[in-house]
């Protein structure tokens, strides 16, 4: 039976996963992707959009929004990104979603409910409920199908992106494809 993942990371780290078809959470840490099977479930919470070691930027740059959705399809391996960093990580078949603000969904959320749920989440992945994933995958496919118009009259793609405190530009989180929802429901 498929389990449900929440892992947490800053959304410029989720972008760079969801293009290259991969997940890493706890710096590349091997342990936590052991509990990970193909055929669960992930979901990616970002709280901040870009990582930063030091905890006074991180209050400056809040995003506190699901960023990624999609099923994982490969074995635990480790990636070599040179200078001696061999992080772990399993391959991800990434869904055409939109960010959906966690603000939205807190009080819907089996996971938020207790009083110090947030400290969980610095575990980098924990497991959540067919329930609550069932409500995130709903809220980031509906953002996903909603038509945009931004008000500048740019495409959808550059309204879409986002820039941080240096001016830099960070690309769209969202994807123009959509999956269906029913992908994401328990069974």
Not at 4 to 33: D, Y
Not at 72 to 95: C, E, I, N, S, T
Not at 98 to 116: M, V
């Amino acid at each position: 039976m498929s389990r449900n993942w929440l892992a947490v990371a800053s959304a410029e780290h989720v972008e760079i996963g969801r293009n290259a078809g991969f997940m890493q959470v706890c710096h590349g840490k091997a342990t936590p992707l052991r509990r990970v099977q193909p055929g669960d479930r992930v979901v990616y919470y970002s709280p901040n959009r870009i990582y930063s070691p030091s905890h006074a930027l991180r209050g400056k740059d809040r995003l506190q929004a699901f960023t990624a959705i999609g099923t994982v399809k490969g074995a635990l391996y480790q990636a070599d990104m040179g200078f001696g960093f061999q992080p772990h990580r399993r391959d991800v078949a990434w869904h055409d979603a939109e960010p959906a603000p966690l603000a939205r969904l807190q009080d819907e959320l089996a996971f938020t409910q207790g009083k110090n749920w947030g400290y969980r989440l610095r575990q980098g992945l924990i497991e959540i409920s067919d329930a609550d994933m069932t409500t995130i995958a709903e809220a980031m496919f509906t953002a996903s199908a909603a038509p945009r118009r931004p008000a500048d009259g740019t495409s959808r793609d550059s309204a879409a992106r986002t820039s941080d405190s240096s001016g830099r530009s960070l690309p769209s989180i969202g994807r123009p494809v959509r999956q269906p929802i029913q992908a994401f429901h328990a069974g």
